[in-house]
């Protein structure tokens, strides 16, 4: 008769999740996981606005893009923590932040000017507009609009083109840097698609927005209509 063999007691005990300890209260800590999609999706957005900066001619700031990342982050981090006692790395609250930044200009940031303030109050104003409504309009305990997406609609519509427009749809003649920057955002798309299993929906989005493209350009109107800031 054979026994099976034991397992070391450090084996079976339960892994303890990390916490902070702050006025003798014990306070857990939720980290980032590896194969989280959103960390996934804001590496490539990331890499895309660093291109951004350097070789594409965005015309954003650093200040204005850290503000707008650390404030988002910021507020879901007090939120989480006065509502679930949890202290929790905000990767949600980081990827509205960096969308918005990837997304929202303000007139008279020139490329180059890397640590411009000019206009930060807005990528505030944005910030707020974004992630206020993630924790108020909800159903079924879920929010009910994407977060960067609703604060940059309403502001653009309500701050006005003569102060603030969103990123040119394209950004260079074809050339190295758009090559790169279009490897980026297909690779990464496949790299987050393939884990969520949205592809079909990311194919029926591209296929509306090629069509209402080509409708406008059908019609003599084209991207630059939309960003009378170029």
């Given amino acids: 008769m054979t026994t099976a063999p034991t397992m070391p007691a450090t084996d079976l005990a339960p892994k303890k999740r990390p916490e902070l300890v702050a006025r003798g209260r014990h306070i857990p800590v939720v980290l980032p996981k590896w194969n989280d999609p959103r960390l996934k999706l804001s590496a490539t957005i990331w890499t895309i ?22 404030l988002c982050a910021l507020i879901e981090v007090v939120v989480t923590y006065r509502r679930e006692h ?62 960067s997406n609703i604060g940059l609609a309403w502001a653009l519509l309500l701050i006005g083109p003569s102060h603030v ?16 920057a279009m490897a980026v955002i297909f690779g990464g798309a496949y790299w987050v698609l393939r884990q969520v299993k949205m592809s079909p929906l990311a194919l029926l989005f591209l296929a509306t927005f090629f069509v209402l493209f080509g409708l406008f350009a059908l019609f003599g109107r084209t991207s630059e209509a939309l960003c009378p800031h170029g």
Avoid: C
């Fill in 86 to 147: 949890v202290l929790v790395w905000p990767a949600s609250a980081m990827q509205t932040g960096i969308s918005v930044a990837f997304i929202f200009r303000v007139a008279g940031t020139k490329h180059g000017d890397y640590w411009s303030t000019n206009g930060l109050y807005y990528f505030v104003l944005v910030a707020l507009m974004s992630l206020l409504p993630k924790y108020i309009l909800r159903y079924n305990n879920r929010h009910v609009f994407n977060p």
């Fill in 165 to 180: 427009f969103s990123e040119h749809l394209w950004w260079a003649p074809l050339g190295a840097p758009v090559l790169i």
């Fill in 49 to 70: 606005t660093i291109l951004g900066l350097t070789v594409l001619s965005f015309q954003v700031s650093i200040p204005q893009s850290a503000v707008t990342v650390l």
